[in-house]
């Protein structure tokens, strides 16, 4: 198993089905790395506490934090199960950017940008980032969000260790 394919498993194990491998959660999203490392390994994926480490740290959107400790690991965003990140509401800049596809774009205009099955509309400080989210999903579309208006409209926002920005929902009247 490759680099790419263990940071694959681990988003889907820290941050949408943990009981893939009956891996443990608490309410933060933490998880046990021995634990984690031992579940890994009955399931044929070779991989040690130094292995877990490159991936973690390798990982180009830093996904994934492990303790100072090392004894344990969690997905900073994108849980789609229920997670106390213990993130605090912070002023976001006046403008972040939101990547899709072009399918999406009539649904978005209508409804504005929905979290779906996850916890957060995930959003980025720049428009490069958002491209490279966007081409995820086919012909990359950009959309601009006027973060300092939902912000004095009284939305919260709030910035997951990685960098990236978290809010409920983003209507359509702030976005172009």
Known sequence: MNKKQISKFLSLVLRHKPEEIQLPLDAEGWASTTELIQKMNQRGMAIDLTLLQEV????DKQRFKLSEDLSKIRANQGHSIAINLGLKAVSPPSILYHGTARRNISSIKKKGLLKGARQHVHLSQDKETAKKVGKRHGAPVIFKVDSQGM??????FFQSENGVWLTDQVDPQFLS
């Open 151 to 156: 912000n004095k409209a009284g939305k919260a």
């Open 56 to 59: 973690v740290k390798g990982n």
